[in-house]
């Protein structure tokens, strides 16, 4: 017997108490593991509580039959392959049973080498099917979502994370709340070759000092009142992984000490244990503090600021990257507007300018949220400003009245906003600004602004 097929879960279903025997101990020899039922109901009842691999069952039987108990399978657990015994009268129905999905199916009398060699052939495309579809989660769960940014800064950054993914330098990743750095870690983790590992990501800056200590290293039974059992660490988790420390620098620094050691040493010792376990993970950092300022006042380990500090990351904030605004917006759309069943085919021409003018202290989680809400509000058509929250729209209401601007300079400012939107497109600009193309140029000069394409 074949490495694979050992172990093989069989269900035997048959009303006839011999036939059931035979099988039984034919296929216990070939070395599978065997229960039987002697009708569909107590096939039902078995399959409801424990996993096969293959069901063998005849189509007569009194009470439900083989054809229905497929079908039943089917709808309860569609990888289970079925194989159904039939005389030669109900061929017609094995063919339609086939139909709806059963593996195979035998006639009688059979030759049991055959039956074996269909169960074994029938539990080998089982294996496969179930392989695949552990792949396909472990694939999905690797493969990050999609990354935007079409931004100079954005490029760059996407040029250190092709950089430093496949080796396994710790990396400091620092930008504003919002700007994408849990992201970028797990863009991190997939594009290494610690992908199939898992990412264990730990927000220190969410727990108290106790707690954040059992939280990475974990705790053997009884070391502190509550812990009930032995607990592994999200250090001990991440082995074989990537380590995602998220706000490193809320660390207390009596974790920082215990931590910088871990990292070292890549061995960590549970709270109320003294055995050492062997940890090997990738250490990805995120913060949105400025950490050096952080050693300066005491409350950041030189140390640990130098372990953590080797390639950094910076992750500028959406109102420095503004070419980024709209196609995040769009690529936030698309993605939410299926989920919420819209039939939004984007954003007018205001909202776009006012999109554009916010200066997003909260950064691209912001931007996310009002596009959100946007499509809670706006079923089809194009999302206007009225759509947007009342925070964003509010910042474009005119100039505050401190700042008083020149004519030209709102001119240029409007100008270059529109050119924005419209892609730089000469045409188009031209259109929403109810000018001429010529007048656009000479305008376009004047102000030093970029000229784009010319055409469609
Ligand atoms: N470049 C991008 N492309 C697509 N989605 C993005 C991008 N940057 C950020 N996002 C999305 O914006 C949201 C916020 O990102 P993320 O959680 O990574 O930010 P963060 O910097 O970790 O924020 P915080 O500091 O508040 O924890 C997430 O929904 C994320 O998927
Ligand atoms: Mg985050």
């Not at 919420?340 to 003018?357: C, P, Q, T, Y």
């Amino acid at each position: 017997m074949k490495e694979w097929q050992k172990g093989g879960k069989l269900l035997i279903v048959d009303d006839e108490m011999h036939v059931r025997e035979s099988l039984s101990s034919w296929f216990i020899e070939d070395g599978y593991e065997v229960e039987t039922a002697k009708d569909a109901n107590e096939a039902l009842n078995l399959l409801s509580k424990k996993p096969f691999d293959i069901v063998i069952t005849d189509i007569k039987m009194p009470g439900m039959d083989g054809v229905e108990l497929q079908r039943r399978i089917k709808e309860v657990s569609p990888s289970v392959a079925v194989v159904l015994i039939t005389a030669y009268a109900s061929v017609q129905t094995a063919v339609q049973a086939l139909k709806e999905g059963a593996y195979d199916y035998i006639t009688k009398p059979f030759d049991p080498e055959q039956l074996s060699r269909v169960v074994e052939k029938a539990l080998s495309q089982k294996k496969l099917k179930d392989e695949n579809i552990v792949l396909k989660e472990r694939i999905s769960q690797a493969l990050p979502q999609l990354v935007v940014g079409k931004s100079p800064q954005m490029q760059k950054v996407f040029e250190l994370v092709e950089a430093v993914a496949p080796t396994d330098t710790t990396v400091l990743i620092n930008g504003e709340s919002g700007t994408g750095k849990e992201l970028i870690a797990r863009l991190i983790h997939a594009k290494s070759e610690r992908c199939f590992g898992p990412l264990i990501a730990v927000n220190c800056g969410a727990l108290p000092e106790g707690v954040l200590e059992s939280e990475l290293f974990g705790h053997e039974k009884g070391s502190f009142t509550g812990a009930i059992g032995r607990r592994k660490g999200k250090l001990e988790l991440a082995d074989s992984g990537t380590l995602f420390l998220d706000e490193i620098g809320e660390i207390p620094l009596k974790v920082q000490v215990e931590l910088l050691r871990a990292i070292e040493d890549k061995k960590i010792v549970r709270v109320g244990g003294s055995e050492e376990i062997k940890v090997d993970f990738r250490v990805v950092c995120a913060t949105n503090k400025d950490l050096l300022q952080l050693v300066k006042q005491g409350v950041f380990r030189e140390d640990l600021y130098y372990r953590i500090n080797v390639f950094v990351i910076n992750l500028p904030p959406l109102r420095e990257r503004k070419e980024d605004i709209l196609i995040l917006a769009e690529s936030f759309l698309e993605k939410l507007r299926e989920n919420m069943g819209r039939k939004v085919s984007g954003f007018s021409d205001e909202a776009k300018a006012i999109l554009l003018n916010y200066d997003w202290p909260g950064n691209v989680r912001e931007l996310y949220n009002a596009v959100e809400r946007a499509l809670v509000l706006c079923k089809e058509g194009k999302i206007k400003p009225e759509y947007l929250p009342i925070r964003i729209g509010k910042e474009n209401q005119g100039l505050s009245p401190l700042e008083i601007f020149s004519l030209d300079e709102i001119e240029k400012k409007h100008i270059e906003n529109v050119l924005k939107i419209c892609n730089h497109n000469i045409t188009k600009a031209s259109k929403l600004l109810n000018i001429d193309r010529v007048t656009l140029y000479n305008k376009i000069k004047k102000y030093n602004l970029s000229k784009g394409n010319d055409e469609d």
